[in-house]
């Protein structure tokens, strides 16, 4: 799992960076929780095997890590 021990000492809103995708988003469960979570920065794993961004991998992405209540509705 992921340390979310630094995150309880936030003071500043945050991103979360580095090897995110959506196989993992369990494992940020306490940090996205987090009232100074504002949201995730993605590259490698929006990319397909070509290097260039793939539609398939951002909506992935985008799913796994969208706040429930933003998909209400759709």
């Not at 993992?24 to 095997?49: C, E, K, S, W």
């Amino acid at each position: 799992g992921t340390d979310a021990s630094a995150c309880s000492r936030a003071e500043r809103p945050f991103l979360l960076a580095g090897g995110i995708s959506a196989e993992n988003r369990a494992q940020y469960g306490t940090l996205a929780a987090h009232p100074l979570f504002m949201g995730i920065d993605v590259d490698t794993n929006a990319r397909g095997a070509d290097g260039k961004v793939d539609a398939a991998s951002v909506e992935a992405i985008t799913r796994a890590w969208r706040v429930p209540e933003q998909t209400e509705g759709r």
